[in-house]
């Protein structure tokens, strides 16, 4: 079972909007890197975005200026809102978070399907 817990995904409409969300309640250290990857069927793994402790956000070009990566008031949480939603945008889309103290571990979430149809 993931130590990320993932919530959010759906179905929605060309145009639409969605909020993904991820939380590490389990981890008691501050990560250094949340973010979320995507992929769709017959497809690889592709990076959407993500978010350093610092606050640092870097978005893949295909979501800059639809999407927007957060913080929230939970230790170890990040949002994900997902805007102007197109069916390419159709995926299941994990969790990611990485933590380098005591050591280094990555962890990913199980996923959450998120459709866009009309």
């Known amino acids: 079972q993931s130590l990320l817990v993932e919530s959010g995904g759906g179905l929605v409409q060309p145009g639409g909007s969605l909020r993904l969300s991820c939380s590490a309640p389990?981890?008691?250290?501050?990560?250094?890197?949340m973010g979320w990857y995507r992929q769709a069927p017959g497809k690889e793994r592709e990076l959407v975005a993500t978010m350093r402790r610092d606050g640092t956000q870097f978005y893949a070009h295909y979501v800059q200026g639809r999407f927007a990566i957060s913080k929230g008031n939970a230790k170890n949480t990040v949002y994900l809102q997902m805007t102007g939603l197109a069916p390419e945008d159709t995926a299941v889309y994990h969790c990611?978070?990485?933590?380098?103290?005591?050591?280094?571990?990555?962890?990913w979430g199980q996923g959450t399907q998120v459709t866009v149809s009309s």
């Open positions: 389990k981890i008691t250290h501050n990560f250094t890197v």
């Open positions: 990611y978070s990485q933590f380098t103290f005591p050591a280094l571990h990555e962890y």
